[in-house]
């Protein structure tokens, strides 16, 4: 059965970033070029920019569509009920822990996105946020002590994913544990 435009759209749409993220993560985000992105794609660069309009929407995208982000909407978007804080952090992490672990192009792309800083920042700030107010609620409810969770966000996001760039382990649940000791 044929595919429809859009369904052909979409799997264009997907066969782009699929060779964006390799060849970011050969190249670096900075060392590739939109050609060597057509090129590993088998499409034409004019091709490339009727779906996207600069590697740097390409980089923004990657990280906003495959990166933590859609996942962890969808975790804080569950109910959480009846479940400790400190058992739900640690599930957003060991998550957020395995993407990493498992997308090392990924990964790869997080780091080197120096061409689209403004949009990494503005992906990793509404992650922080998510996570931030999850905490407040927390905190008015009187299941965590009051705090700032702005900075509990950071240092959660910012711990694991050092970690997993430097190769060291880390134990998520110790990790909210010792930032969250009195809560357990």
């Given at each position: 059965?044929?595919k429809?435009?859009?369904?052909?759209?979409?799997?264009?749409r997907?066969?782009?970033l699929?060779?964006?993220l390799k060849?970011?993560a050969a190249?670096?985000?900075d060392?590739a070029?939109?050609?060597?992105?057509?090129e590993?794609?088998?499409?034409?660069?004019?091709?490339?920019?009727?779906?996207?309009e600069?590697?740097?929407?390409?980089v923004?995208t990657?990280?906003?569509?495959?990166g933590?982000l859609?996942?962890l909407?969808?975790?804080?978007?569950a109910?959480?009920?009846?479940?400790?804080?400190?058992?739900?952090l640690?599930e957003?992490?060991?998550a957020?822990d395995?993407l990493?672990?498992?997308?090392?192009?990924?990964?790869a792309?997080f780091f080197?996105?120096?061409q689209?800083?403004?949009?990494?920042?503005?992906?990793v700030?509404?992650g922080q946020?998510?996570?931030?107010d999850f905490?407040?609620?927390?905190?008015?409810e009187?299941?965590?002590?009051?705090?700032?969770?702005?900075?509990?966000?950071?240092?959660?996001?910012?711990?694991?994913?050092?970690?997993?760039?430097t190769g060291?382990?880390?134990?998520?649940?110790?990790l909210?544990?010792?930032?969250?000791p009195?809560?357990r």
């Amino acid at each position: 059965m044929a595919k429809t435009r859009r369904e052909q759209a979409e799997w264009r749409r997907e066969q782009l970033l699929d060779a964006a993220l390799k060849v970011f993560a050969a190249k670096g985000v900075d060392g590739a070029s939109v050609k060597d992105i057509a090129e590993a794609a088998g499409v034409t660069p004019g091709l490339l920019y009727r779906y996207f309009e600069s590697k740097e929407a390409l980089v923004t995208t990657l990280l906003s569509e495959r990166g933590f982000l859609p996942r962890l909407r969808e975790l804080l978007t569950a109910d959480h009920r009846g479940r400790p804080a400190v058992e739900v952090l640690t599930e957003l992490l060991g998550a957020f822990d395995a993407l990493l672990a498992d997308n090392a192009d990924l990964m790869a792309v997080f780091f080197g996105a120096t061409q689209a800083r403004a949009a990494l920042a503005e992906l990793v700030g509404e992650g922080q946020r998510l996570i931030g107010d999850f905490l407040a609620a927390r905190v008015a409810e009187g299941e965590l002590r009051p705090h700032d969770t702005t900075t509990a966000a950071r240092t959660l996001f910012a711990t694991v994913a050092v970690s997993r760039r430097t190769g060291s382990p880390l134990d998520v649940a110790r990790l909210v544990e010792l930032l969250f000791p009195h809560e357990r």
